[in-house]
């Protein structure tokens, strides 16, 4: 009877402690809590967020504020609920959160929200403005084209003449260029040359040996001695001069961060003819950093260079860069 009794004993305190360590358990898997954040889309089907700081939440029943106006992507809330650290979801992006109610924390007009604190409520208004640069530097190479064209009536008399003269040419070019440059070949054709008369076939006429070498340098002050000396040698096309500058990513950062401060300025302008300061910068893009053409100088008349030396002015180049903010400026 005793034993009876001791076991009834025991089996009631046994389900007492396992009553109570399933309710810590399901006390420990939520967390009551109220959060300020945007509103945020998620990879998971037809789901959302409340983004807090970089912190993501993820809305367990999102379905009971979507038909709200002011429920959308980018909007400001409050919400209070529990967190649910013993839910699993299909991609586990944030911690899941059961909603017990929410609220926006701005709704205003097209174009602009409020927000309320402290009982004060400021008229949050996006502008979107933009801010361009324009840097000017100074190149520091030049890319000459210069080329070898023959002509014979046979495909052979064209090719070797070609050669032979291409050969001068590249010697020359090389020792009016110096030692730090860079010379190579950057096209070669032989093609045919034909008559055409009406109602009957072209004819062959002869043929046209073309050979072309590009030379980089980086001292600007032999631009005009390479021309004169290939010239000199049996170049008979030139097709131009180009310059640009080999490192370019200081100028383009200077022109970027220029770009950036006129736009900034342009904001706290606004801001300040509304009777407001600048609260924050939403969104920036940068719509791109451009290097516009390189000077080009034009195609020239070898039979005019022997005369004198060929006059070159280098001149400066312009890198210019824009950029697009999206501000909130509180208003008066």
């Not at 950036?260 to 302008?269: L, P, Y």
Request: charged share 20%; net charge neutral.
């Amino acid at each position: 009877m005793m034993m009876g009794r001791l076991f009834t004993i025991f089996g009631a305190l046994a389900l007492v402690m396992l009553f109570t360590t399933q309710q810590g358990l399901a006390e420990a898997a939520t967390t009551e809590v109220t959060i300020r954040g945007r509103l945020q889309k998620t990879v998971e089907p037809g789901g959302w967020l409340i983004v807090v700081d970089g912190q993501k939440y993820l809305l367990l029943n999102a379905q009971r504020y979507l038909k709200e106006s002011w429920f959308k992507e980018a909007a400001e809330v409050e919400a209070s609920g529990e967190t649910k650290s013993d839910v699993m979801t299909t991609y586990m992006e944030g911690t899941p959160f059961e909603v017990r109610s929410m609220r926006p924390l701005a709704q205003g007009p097209a174009g602009g929200n409020q927000a309320v604190s402290g009982g004060d409520t400021r008229r949050l208004t996006r502008v979107t403005v933009s801010g361009d640069s324009i840097v000017r530097v100074q190149p520091d190479t030049a890319i000459i084209t210069v080329s070898v064209v023959t002509q014979g009536k046979r495909a052979i008399d064209a090719q070797q003449e070609n050669a032979a003269k291409s050969d001068a040419v590249v010697r020359a070019l090389k020792a009016a260029a110096g030692a730090g440059a860079e010379v190579k070949t950057s096209g070669y054709s032989l093609q045919p040359q034909r008559v055409y008369r009406e109602n009957q076939p072209p004819t062959i006429t002869g043929y046209e040996a073309r050979n072309s070498v590009t030379v980089t340098l980086s001292d600007l002050t032999k631009v005009g001695s390479v021309i004169d000396a290939t010239a000199q040698a049996g170049a008979n096309d030139i097709a131009g001069i180009s310059f640009t500058l080999r490192r370019d990513r200081p100028a383009r950062d200077e022109a970027l961060g220029q770009a950036t401060q006129e736009a900034m300025g342009k904001a706290r302008v606004i801001a300040q003819a509304l009777g407001g300061r600048l609260v924050r910068i939403v969104e920036v893009q940068e719509e791109g950093t451009m290097r516009p053409p390189i000077p080009q100088y034009e195609k020239m008349d070898v039979r005019t260079m022997a005369a004198a030396q060929t006059p070159i002015e280098v001149g400066s180049m312009e890198i210019t860069s824009r950029v697009q903010l999206i501000a909130e400026v509180e208003g008066g």
